[in-house]
């Protein structure tokens, strides 16, 4: 089974600092990886989306691939109350177009 | 307004009573899938469907049928539900594959007793 690994916190997080999540996959061919938010009682909203190593930046979010590590990871800058909810990682799987498998979900707290 | 709904939001059934969740999407999207959602378990995927008549299975198709016959409309169906399918389901459609931004539906809470 291909699995995807997310602690599931909570992260605790000041106002105003930095959150750093991490996700890692077993699917050493995946291509595709997201991160979704997902406010309690809501439904997931994509946040980003990365396919090649390195960083991607998109105002307060970067993510960060590094496939030789099988690694994914979301740093929210300048964190904000409203960056309170349930961070998921999402890698698309190698095999199948389509198939895509998702991580527990970290969940963040940003306290004032 | 594009959307993806799904009917009901809320449904409490009994073991072995055969229903529907409805999800239609009006983004006129190719791809579609379904999952649950459990605490301590994430998103796992059900069913997919990349096209109208082209459908797959995810990682958890045991227990369920999809269709999908009309672009907009993917309908999840479990034929016998049992109390371990008591769980929230989400319905998802994009513009093709998982290449793109999901959108996903509000969710229906099932409850089988």
């Known amino acids: 089974q291909k699995e995807v690994e997310q602690n599931s916190g909570p992260l605790s997080v000041p106002e105003g600092a930095i959150a750093s999540l991490n996700c890692t996959y077993s699917?050493?061919?995946?291509?595709?990886f997201f991160w979704y938010r997902q406010y309690s009682g809501k439904s997931p909203e994509l946040i980003m989306f990365?396919?090649?190593?390195g960083d991607k930046e998109d105002g307060r979010f970067t993510a960060q691939l590094n496939k030789a590590s099988q690694y994914v990871s979301l740093l929210i800058r300048d964190s904000q109350p409203s960056d309170s909810a349930t961070y998921l990682c999402?890698?698309?799987?190698?095999?199948?177009?389509?198939?895509?498998?998702f991580g527990a979900g970290t969940q963040v707290v940003v306290t004032p | 307004e594009a959307q993806v709904t799904q009917n009901p939001r809320y449904l409490i059934t009994v073991t072995g009573k055969k229903l529907t969740v409805t999800c239609s999407q009006n983004?006129?999207?190719?791809?579609m899938s379904w999952y649950r959602q459990d605490p301590g378990l994430g998103l796992r995927q059900i069913y997919y469907?990349?096209?109208?008549?082209?459908?797959d299975k995810g990682d958890v198709p045991e227990g369920y049928k999809v269709s999908r016959k009309e672009k907009r409309n993917f309908p999840l169906i479990l034929e016998s539900p049992s109390p371990n399918q008591t769980s929230l389901y989400f319905c998802?459609?994009?513009?093709?594959?998982?290449?793109?931004?999901?959108?996903f539906g509000p969710g229906t809470r099932l409850t089988v007793t």
């Open positions: 990365i396919y090649s190593n």
């Open positions: 469907s990349m096209n109208v008549e082209v459908t």
């Open positions: 999402a890698v698309g799987s190698a095999d199948s177009w389509g198939k895509l498998q």
């Open positions: 983004m006129n999207h190719e791809y």
């Open positions: 699917d050493r061919g995946s291509q595709s």
């Open positions: 998802a459609s994009s513009l093709s594959e998982v290449s793109y931004e999901q959108y």
